[in-house]
Nanobody
Framework: QLQLVESGGGLVQPGGSLRLSCAAS????????IGWFRQAPGKDSEGVSC????????HYADSVKGRFTISRDNAKNTVYLQMNSLKPEDTAVYYC?????????????????????WGQGTQVTVSS
């Protein structure tokens, strides 16, 4: 069974840091572009970051540029999202997803449509 499991969320103060992990089981994660998305209550899902299969193409939402870093560790079959300088507006459920459509090694995107595998999310709360 193909599954993605997020972990690493929690409660932090503004300015603090968290590292989210996205672990894959049942498939090899390096065969897919990976995206991180987040959704706050009452708001639409927002693409946060993505990384291509070979790690060369990386994108970030404007709201997180300079603060978040995406990376992948093929040996551990895991993708990470390092989040620094956290702000209250970063509070959301964070999801990782694997793109089943975009197969070229140098591309990734932050629209939901190509992503066929989704984790169940991990809560990130940044207190004011």
């Amino acid at each position: 069974q193909l599954q993605l499991v997020e972990s690493g969320g929690g409660l932090v103060q503004p300015g603090g840091s968290l590292r989210l992990s996205c672990a894959a089981s049942g498939f090899t994660l390096d065969r897919y572009p990976i995206g991180w998305f987040r959704q706050a209550p009452g708001k639409d899902s927002e693409g946060v970051s993505c990384i291509s299969r070979n790690g060369y193409s990386i994108h970030y939402a404007d709201s997180v540029k300079g603060r978040f870093t995406i990376s992948r560790d093929n040996a551990k079959n895991t993708v990470y999202l390092q989040m620094n300088s956290l702000k209250p507006e970063d509070t959301a459920v964070y999801y990782c997803a694997a793109d089943r459509i975009t197969n070229v090694p140098d591309a990734c995107g932050m629209m939901n449509t190509p992503y066929g595998y989704w984790g169940q999310g991990t809560q990130v709360t940044v207190s004011s």
